[in-house]
Nanobody, 121 residues
Framework: QVQLVESGGGLVQAGGSLRLSCAAS????????MGWVRQAPGKEREFVAT???????TYYADSVKGRFTISRDNANTVYLQMNSLKPEDTAVYYC???????????????WGQGTQVTVSS
């Protein structure tokens, strides 16, 4: 079992930045790929980014490529640095974990409770 706890969401103006963090309880953190998925009100869940087991590979949705950066450390934490935020980035952001490195979709083994990101225009 893996428990994920997100933090760092909030309200920011368009063009601003936020950094989300996700603390994982996994005993073997490097056994899991980590990622972020978001869901805006009234919309389906949308894949955002994923990072491989030791961080050597990353993959982003086209909608965030060049603006968001996913990273992980050796202290069981994964981050999502979000720059040049747009109102359309407003959503609940969920941290995910999976033993398989997936390039998209929303089928991940473990999910956090989500953190709200609101970008005002």
């Amino acid at each position: 079992q893996v428990q994920l706890v997100e933090s760092g969401g909030g309200l920011v103006q368009a063009g601003g930045s936020l950094r989300l963090s996700c603390a994982a309880s996994a005993r073997t953190f490097n056994a899991y790929t980590m990622g972020w998925v978001r869901q805006a009100p009234g919309k389906e869940r949308e894949f955002v980014a994923t990072i491989s087991w030791t961080g050597g590979r990353t993959y982003y949705a086209d909608s965030v490529k060049g603006r968001f950066t996913i990273s992980r450390d050796n202290a069981n934490t994964v981050y999502l640095q979000m720059n040049s935020l747009k109102p359309e980035d407003t959503a609940v952001y969920y941290c995910t974990a999976d033993k398989v490195y997936k390039l998209g979709g929303d089928r991940f083994d473990y999910w956090g409770q989500g953190t709200q990101v609101t970008v005002s225009s």
